[in-house]
């Protein structure tokens, strides 16, 4: 990771997209951070609020992981569920993990380790400035934003994570083809992700993008909660026009 300059500011602000929970761990979350997290996670340098990142932050994946491979990116990973299953599924691949609750790293700590999965790092960090600030342009092969919080409330739309801001820096960093995949449980919140991505230039729907679920993606405990309550859950998918350098999925 090398200091410099940056780029493009436009994604560091003081409205966030999450809330930010205690950090107090439970044994088991304090045993796996405390013997864990030096192999998994990754940090950088903080500006004001303990979860921003510093405007010099740069993260090199090669270097971070020690070898060439298609960059995978989740942004709020949470319990880790879904970056530990696909993990697995892309052993060639070398995966970021963005989250800013602390427990919920310590979670994501205990079943990379049950997965026997080397090729994830987490970052306590707010995922969609690290991605505006600190990785390359076009290096990523896909970002996923599994279940971002809705902000429901017209006067809370600001913080939703999908905006025009975030989806013009997303078209930047992904390689061509390169995807982003997104999940949610709302359906005004799926509305407002189609609008405002069908709007970004940078940016196309998936050729196989439906709205079916991506069966690579695991039901997590907050997508059986969803279901339970009767929600239907929409997959949606954009991608970096262009010939795909990786073949991601």
């Known amino acids: ?128 400035q690290a991605v505006a600030t600190a990785l390359p342009e076009e290096s990523v092969t896909e970002l996923w934003t599994f279940f971002p919080d809705p902000w429901h409330k017209a006067r809370h739309h600001k913080r939703r994570l999908v905006n025009p801001d975030f989806a013009a820096v997303v078209a930047r960093k992904l390689v061509p083809g390169g995807r982003w995949r997104l999940a949610t449980d709302w359906a005004d919140y799926a509305d407002h992700a189609r609008e405002v991505l069908d709007a970004e230039p940078g940016l196309e729907r998936c050729p196989d993008s439906a709205g079916d679920r991506w069966g690579l993606r695991p039901v997590t405990k907050y997508e059986a909660r969803g279901l339970a309550a009767g929600r239907r859950i929409a997959d949606l998918c954009y991608r970096r026009p262009g010939e795909d350098r990786q073949d991601a999925a």
């Open 1 to 128: 990771m090398t200091a410099m300059p940056a780029d493009d500011p436009r994604i560091h602000r003081d409205v966030v997209s999450y809330v930010r929970r205690s950090a107090r761990m439970n044994p088991s979350q304090q045993k796996a951070w405390d013997t864990l997290r030096e192999r998994w996670v990754l940090e950088l340098p903080s500006a004001a609020r303990v979860t921003s990142v510093a405007t010099g932050a740069r993260i090199r994946p090669d270097s971070v992981f020690g070898r060439p491979g298609p960059l995978m990116v989740e942004i709020g990973s949470g319990n880790g569920d879904a970056v530990a299953a696909l993990a697995l599924a892309f052993p060639e691949a070398n995966i970021l993990a963005f989250e800013v609750f602390q427990p919920a790293v310590a979670s994501t700590l205990s079943k990379l380790e049950r997965a026997g999965v080397g090729n994830v790092r987490v970052v306590v960090a707010d995922g969609s």
